[in-house]
């Protein structure tokens, strides 16, 4: 079975940067991508970044040239680094690995919050 443990988030005033990681471990299955989700309260939860198996990237309109979504292969590790925050993009950050085969195929972690004040 395959965990997810993600890091990071808190607190920050506008403007300012966080950084999450998650890494992914136990019987992992060919990874199709990794990513990361966001929750705010009432709202649906949607994809904010993900990055394929041979390093695509994908964002939401509202992030792109603010955050930046990387990995370590080796490490099955995918990052997100948000920089110039708004209070908008307070939510839950859930991670994602979507996998080629397995069961589930698609695994979430258990989520971390950010919080941007203005």
């Known amino acids: 079975q395959v965990q997810l443990v993600e890091s990071g988030g808190g607190l920050v005033q506008a403007g300012g940067s966080l950084g999450l990681s998650c890494a992914a471990s136990?019987?992992?299955?060919?990874?199709?991508?990794m990513g990361w989700y966001r929750q705010a309260p009432g709202n649906q939860r949607d994809l904010v970044a993900v990055?394929?198996?041979?390093?695509?990237?994908n964002y939401i309109s509202s992030v792109k040239g603010r955050f930046t979504i990387s990995r370590d292969r080796a490490k099955n590790t995918v990052y997100l680094q948000m920089n110039s925050l708004k209070p908008e993009d307070t939510a839950v950050y859930y991670c994602?690995?979507?996998?080629?085969?397995?069961?589930?195929?698609?695994?979430w972690g258990q989520g971390t919050q950010v919080t941007v004040s203005s």
């Open positions: 994602v690995l979507d996998q080629l085969g397995g069961s589930p195929r698609r695994v």
């Open positions: 136990g019987s992992i299955f060919r990874i199709n991508f």
């Open positions: 990055i394929t198996s041979d390093g695509s990237t």
